[in-house]
């Protein structure tokens, strides 16, 4: 049986959820996802914590861009399971001029209409700006190259992958062969995981280009 704590939590996530519908947003995969365009769409994942004084909990929000031309090609050439999740990603505090983590507290003494309209705007002026500024490939490599909004571990599969898209097969091939030469002699699941993904990429023959109608 969940706790009053526990309830509580979920019914303010469900009301955040619901609002942010309203922006076009819809469930997928525990996350929140909108369509930007053919290839990427917004992302949005939260991490509530009960671990607050009383009967309050906090809300924090993750924001990124599922690009997924990207997350397709990793997909294909990994033999084992690829996390699903955005190709870039930040805590929403980030891009606020406060560039920190925040967390909304919320309490059933207090109004949480009040609180779940500060995420609501938050979103709207931070994180819908920073989705619509990365929805081409160029931008997403940009971020990756600068690491940026990513992880290492991750970001050995995206990059090489992201340059493949944009045509950059040797410069794809070169990143590949570094990634594999930084990994040294470690043998955990990541690093092997790895190894196996870039014999795939190496041999992988993309599409080629569709020939030219008149």
Request: charged fraction near 25%; hydrophobic fraction near 40%.
């Amino acid at each position: 049986m969940r706790s009053k704590k526990a309830v509580f939590a979920k019914s303010i996530l469900i009301e955040v959820e619901i609002r942010l519908g309203l922006l076009s947003f819809f469930k997928q995969n525990d996350a929140l996802l909108k369509p930007l365009d053919q290839d990427a769409s917004g992302w949005i994942n939260f991490n509530v914590s009960t671990n607050h004084p009383s009967s309050r909990v906090g809300l924090s929000l993750f924001v990124g861009v599922l690009y997924s031309p990207i997350e397709d090609l990793v997909r294909r050439l990994c033999r084992q399971p690829f996390p699903y999740g955005p190709t870039i990603s930040v805590a929403l505090g980030y891009l606020t001029p406060e560039a920190r983590f925040l967390e909304w507290i919320f309490s059933p003494e207090i109004n949480t209409e009040e609180e779940i309209g500060k995420i609501i705007l938050a979103t709207k002026q931070y994180a819908l700006p920073f989705m619509s500024k990365h929805t081409t490939l160029e931008s997403i490599i940009t971020e990756l190259e600068a690491k940026r909004y990513t992880v290492n571990d991750l970001r050995r599969f995206r990059l090489p992958a992201a340059y493949l898209l944009a045509n950059q097969k040797e410069r794809s091939l070169e990143l590949i062969k570094a990634e594999e030469n930084g990994l040294g002699a470690r043998t955990d699941p990541a690093a092997l995981q790895f190894r196996d993904f870039a014999q795939a990429f190496t041999n992988h023959e993309p599409n080629p280009p569709a020939p030219l109608t008149h």
